[in-house]
Structures are given as structure tokens and as C-alpha cells.
């Protein structure tokens, strides 16, 4: 069994500013995590995945997630927000040799103000 | 966007009535899947396919079908709509049964 949780619905920075989203998950195998964008009106986008390898993970757009296996969590972050990462982000967990039997987050609205 | 169409990207139907949506991929990839999309609820798995003619089951898959004949091809039919499956419907494609999903710009259905 396999479960993602995203421990905020709805964050706000200002732009500048670090981006920090949480995610916590459960994998009864070894996992694979992702993290995928989603514009209004568009499809998802992988913004990094992470598939035991190094642990902090590198992405596109500047950000970068690290997994904590005695915390089960795979944050995302980014030093500094731009308005154009406003956007719904997705926490997605699968287990090595699972196929892609993905599990979804319910999703974290980034709001960047000016 | 991968290569990957969406049709229609907006429909408008009556509770009862058959709906058919399409898939269509460039990308050649062995692998396709049909989500969900829906507040509160992130994305679900309503069937996938791994091969032509080869398809499985998602964790919501009642109610609806898939059919794939060629490999650029992916169907989902809901052949008898209902309200609960208003929503937003996303395609994905994955070259192997590990890689990452590359997923399309949707489909809203709307069952009046």
C-alpha cells in the first residue's frame, strides 16, 4: 500500500522569497516520488523525480526536493519564488517495480504575490 | 505537450447519453493511461493500456471502458453518463512501465 500526503492545500510568498511545499508519503516498498506542476487549463509537468538515487533531487525552474527516508517526506523547495511559479503542485508516489501505478497528493495551490 | 491530443478539450452532455473520449500520441509510447481529475482529490486512475489491444484497471474504473486498437490511440467511453462523472479527464503516456508520465491538456466533461 502506498498513500501521499500534502500538508498544505494553499501556500502564499511573496515573490523573492523561498518556496517550501510538504510533502509526507507511504510506501510499503521501495518508493519513487515525483513532483509535477500544473498551470491553469494545462496538463501536469514533472518537475523532478526521485528514484533512489541521490537524495536531493534537482529539477527544472530552479527546484529541488530532498528525500528523508526516517521522516518518510520529500519537500520541495525553491530559494527564490517568480510570479510565473504560481501554480497547483502534485506529490506523486510509486514503488520501484510497481509500474506506474501512481498514487496521488490532493495538491498544493502556490499563490506568488508582488 | 509531449505530443499528446486531447478531443474534444470541452464537452457538454446529458445524463444517460454514451461519450467517447479520444487519446492521440506522436510519441510511439508502449504505455497510456486515463485519469480523474477532481477537487480535493488529486488525479485517479481510471484504466491504462499497455499495449495494443492490452488494457487494465484503475482504482475508479466503474462505469467507464477503454478501448486501444493502435498503438497512437487511446478511448475512454462512459456509456452511460452520469452526473458524478463531471470532471476533468487527462491522457498520459510513459515509454516504459517506470518511466515518467507525460500527460495531455485535458478534456472537462460536463454531465447535465
Known amino acids: 500500500a502506498q498513500s501521499v500526503t500534502q500538508l498544505d492545500s494553499h501556500v502564499s510568498v511573496s515573490e523573492g522569497t523561498p518556496v517550501l511545499l510538504r510533502c509526507n508519503y507511504s510506501s510499503s516498498y521501495s518508493p519513487s516520488l515525483f513532483w509535477y506542476v500544473q498551470h491553469p487549463n494545462k496538463g501536469l509537468q514533472l518537475l523532478l523525480k526521485y528514484t533512489s538515487a541521490a537524495t536531493l533531487v534537482k529539477g527544472i525552474n530552479g527546484f529541488e526536493a530532498e528525500f528523508k527516508k526516517s521522516e518518510t517526506s520529500f519537500h520541495l523547495t525553491k530559494p527564490s519564488a517568480h510570479m510565473s511559479d504560481a501554480a497547483e503542485y502534485f506529490c506523486v508516489v510509486t514503488y520501484t517495480g510497481g509500474g506506474n501505478k501512481l498514487t496521488f497528493g490532493t495538491g498544493t495551490q502556490l499563490k506568488v504575490e508582488l | 505537450d509531449a505530443g499528446i491530443t486531447q478531443s474534444p478539450r470541452h464537452k457538454v452532455t446529458e445524463t444517460g447519453t454514451p461519450v467517447t473520449l479520444r487519446c492521440h500520441q506522436t510519441?510511439?509510447?508502449?504505455?497510456m493511461y486515463w485519469y480523474r481529475q477532481d477537487p480535493g482529490h488529486g488525479l485517479r486512475l481510471i484504466h491504462y493500456s499497455y499495449g495494443v489491444k492490452d488494457t487494465d484497471k484503475g482504482e475508479v474504473s466503474d462505469g467507464y471502458s477503454v478501448s486501444r486498437s493502435k498503438t497512437e490511440d487511446f478511448l475512454l467511453t462512459l456509456e452511460s453518463a452520469t452526473s458524478s462523472q463531471t470532471s476533468v479527464y487527462f491522457c498520459?503516456?510513459?515509454?516504459?512501465?517506470?518511466?515518467?508520465?507525460?500527460f495531455g491538456n485535458g478534456t472537462r466533461l460536463t454531465v447535465t
Open positions: 510519441e510511439n509510447h508502449r504505455y
Open positions: 498520459a503516456i510513459s515509454e516504459t512501465g517506470s518511466s515518467p508520465l507525460h
